[in-house]
């Protein structure tokens, strides 16, 4: 029971976070944002995250809970999405999309939380299916959101993050914690040792570079580009951002299979080189159908590391230190999620944006090369300490 409803909650966690996406750029950009602080609002959502995640999962470690974490950060969902309603000034807009990054901070907790439901040689399973769940709830929330956008208002897709929040709190507190790991204080030397362990140390350093490219690009100036130059409504940039999502969900299905065959290494070459390809034939675009195949094949490399890199995290470290670990590695390439979008804007400002989609491309090429030597093929299994 608490399972499915984990699901629940972890498909309307997502769903308030991205309901809105769709149509964030453009709507701070009519507010007066620049191309950089554009790159800013969407920058910020990986800084807050950056900031937060190391600390909540040292945290949750040491008490031994997940829960408390995740409901913290549902309820900061709920005051950022009204936040967005009426924060029409571009600093506002940045605040309160911030606020968010502390929501998606929980998502260590949340994964920590779902996969003790799972034995430990099944981490990789338990990955898949919430990198499932989550590429779904994206795809059907920006999907809904470029409608609701185009049809009644941008400032309701707001009002829906919100309300969306507020159920998935509701649904949390009807699931049970598992509580059969003694938990342990960790001392500084111990989390030291987390933050060295090599396969966590790799995975995290590519994590960068793929997070880099893809909230640059496909999530923040891609829209951008469709509107200024192909002339897209709201409702197409919903379109636009479920090409890039649908294709990421048939790719989380895959991994398993794929990795299986190829190993984890291969995988991730496979899906960063699809993806920095995908970018550098953007600007060949010059009408929407043609863009949203291009973002397509963005999403796909994207489906198939994402699970790759949540469950070498996992596993690379014993059970006790697993929310640590998941902490880590995304504040790491939160490192990406903040820095690339804010580049990107910089780039875009001073050299137009066709050199910041040339720009993210070759950072994409340079990721898929480091993979072959940071990656390892198969990740050991650690002890279970208790």
């Given at each position: ?19 809105y996406v ?44 997940r ?9 900061l ?26 929501t ?14 799972f ?14 769940i ?9 999907y ?208 137009g ?19 072959l ?14």
């Open positions: 029971m608490s399972v499915a409803l984990l699901c629940v909650v972890i498909f309307l966690f997502w769903a308030a976070l991205y309901v769709p149509v964030l750029p453009v709507y701070a950009k009519d507010a007066g944002a620049s191309m950089f602080v554009v790159g800013l609002i969407g920058g910020i959502y990986g800084f807050s995250q950056l900031i937060a995640r190391i600390p909540l999962g040292v945290w949750s470690d040491r008490i031994g809970q829960k408390p974490f995740v409901a913290a950060g549902l309820l969902g709920v005051v950022g999405g009204i936040g967005l309603v009426f924060g029409r000034d571009p600093m506002l807009i940045l605040l309160f999309r911030g606020m968010h990054g502390l998606a901070a929980a998502w260590v907790n949340m994964s920590v939380l779902f996969a003790s439901y034995p430990n040689h099944r981490a990789t399973y338990a990955m898949s299916i919430i990198s499932f989550n590429a779904v709830s994206m795809l059907l929330a920006t809904s959101g470029g409608l609701i956008a185009g049809n009644i208002g941008r400032a309701e897709t707001f009002w829906v993050a919100a309300g969306v929040s507020g159920v998935a709190l509701l649904c949390l507190l009807f699931t049970q914690e598992e509580r059969g790991i003694q938990m342990r204080g960790m001392s500084w030397s111990e989390f030291l040792s987390v933050g060295r362990v090599p396969a966590l140390l790799g995975i995290s350093a590519v994590a960068v570079m793929a997070h880099f490219i893809v909230y640059a690009v496909p999530f923040t100036f891609v829209p951008i580009y469709a509107a200024k130059s192909l002339g897209a409504t709201d409702t197409d940039l919903g379109l636009l951002t479920t090409a890039l999502l649908a294709p990421y969900t048939v790719g989380t299905l895959l991994t398993p299979v794929v990795a299986s065959r190829l190993g984890d290494r291969l995988t991730m070459f496979l899906g960063v080189m699809t993806m920095a390809l995908s970018i550098l034939s953007i600007p060949l675009t010059s009408d929407f159908q043609t863009l949203a195949i291009v973002q397509g094949f963005t999403g796909f490399g994207r489906g198939l590391i994402y699970p790759v890199m949540m469950s070498t995290a996992i596993r690379a470290v014993p059970q006790h230190q697993r929310a640590t670990a998941m902490g880590i590695f995304q504040a790491v390439y939160a490192i990406g999620m903040f820095l690339g979008p804010a580049t990107a804007g910089m780039v875009a400002e001073s050299f944006l066709t050199n910041a989609f040339v720009f993210n491309g070759i950072v994409g090429l340079v990721a898929s090369m480091l993979t030597r940071w990656v390892a093929g198969k990740v050991k299994q650690p002890a279970v300490a208790v």
